[in-house]
């Protein structure tokens, strides 16, 4: 597969790790913020990465990887992105206006993409112009390290276009799984959420502590659960639970919103489940 023009839009914390994964596999890559401080911390993190993975001998030229994410704050910069990637906040009507806008930049033989977690692919391509091209690529935190991405195909997502979603996701060596039922929280998160749910319910008889044990050391998961959602983000996690609810699907954490009506965001922001600081 040639080596693609890509754009990814929000810098936060799934959107500055897909930029990074699709530059080391050779992609040149816009990366779009409209905030930016956002913009900022998110080539931060990119570069705090890369030099992990160089200590670990796994890339040798951190500057040419880096050199290939050019940072923009103004969409009609992209106008020339042959996949877009739109990575902002688990909200419908922020997702659509960026579909809306990006559907008028780029051209129409452009492939654009969501990372959502929990909004049915069909809901979002109502924004889309020509909607044949939409499709989900639902990357998991952190994208570098993580090697699943589910693709997923929207109601109109065009058959050609899912198959080189799946491509595209081998190309930068992660193993895709093929979603062709679009229904909330496609595959993983089907569990993923049924997890939290059960784990905050016993909130009412065990400490975090304690669940996050179980966790750990009886069902081996590499991280606590509740460490897992402070990871990915309360106020990530938040948002999705209200989205999925609003549809149908039972996620409910009370102490989830505590949290996040509290700024506790998890390990982004020093507090969440855990103190991070
Ligand atoms: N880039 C480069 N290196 C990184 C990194 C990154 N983004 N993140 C962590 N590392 C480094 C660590 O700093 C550490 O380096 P040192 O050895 O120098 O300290 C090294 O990788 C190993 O990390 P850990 O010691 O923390 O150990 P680990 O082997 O457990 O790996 C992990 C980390 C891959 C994150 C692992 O804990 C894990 O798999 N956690 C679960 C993650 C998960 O389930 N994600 C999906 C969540 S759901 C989602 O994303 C989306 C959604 O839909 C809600």
Same mark, same amino acid.
């Given at each position: ?10 810098a ?7 930029a990074e ?12 913020d409209?905030?930016p ?15 992990k ?5 796994k ?9 290939r994410?050019k ?10 992105a ?8 688990e ?6 206006s960026v ?21 049915p ?29 589910e ?7 065009d058959?050609?276009i =899912?198959?080189?979603?799946? &491509? @595209?996701i $081998? ?9 062709? %039922?679009?229904?909330? #929280? ?18 009412k ?5 304690e ?30 639970s ?6 149908? =699907?039972?996620?409910?954490? &009370? @102490?989830l $919103? ?9 390990? %982004?922001?020093?507090? #969440? ?5």
């Amino acid at each position: 597969m040639h080596k693609l023009k890509v754009a990814v839009i929000g810098a936060g914390v799934m959107g500055h790790g897909i930029a990074e994964v699709f530059s080391l596999y050779g992609n040149e890559v816009y990366l779009y913020d409209k905030y930016p401080d956002a913009l900022e911390k998110g080539l931060k993190n990119i570069l705090w990465s890369l030099n992990k993975l160089k200590e670990k001998g796994k890339i040798t030229d951190t500057e040419r990887v880096f050199s290939r994410i050019k940072p923009v704050n103004d969409l009609s910069q992209i106008s020339d992105a042959e996949l877009v990637i739109e990575a902002v906040s688990e909200n419908l009507d922020l997702k659509s206006s960026v579909f809306k806008q990006v559907s008028k930049i780029v051209s129409k033989d452009s492939i654009i993409a969501t990372n959502t977690s929990s909004l049915p692919i069909s809901e979002l391509a109502q924004s889309v112009e020509n909607p044949h091209r939409f499709l989900g690529l639902h990357f998991f935190n952190p994208p570098v390290l993580m090697k699943l991405v589910e693709v997923v195909k929207g109601v109109k997502t065009d058959d050609l276009i =899912f198959s080189k979603g799946i &491509e @595209i996701i $081998k190309s930068i060596e992660k193993v895709p799984i093929p979603v062709r %039922k679009d229904v909330i #929280g496609f595959v993983v998160n089907r569990i993923l959420f049924r997890i939290f749910t059960s784990a905050c319910k016993l909130l009412k008889e065990y400490s975090v502590e304690e669940i996050d044990s179980l966790a750990k050391y009886i069902l081996e998961f590499p991280m606590g659960i509740f460490e897992l959602l402070d990871y990915t983000g309360i106020d990530t996690n938040y948002l999705i639970s209200n989205e999925v609810r609003k549809r149908g =699907f039972d996620f409910t954490c &009370e @102490i989830l $919103k505590e949290l996040y009506e509290k700024g506790y965001y998890g390990a %982004k922001v020093g507090k #969440g489940f855990y103190d991070w600081s």
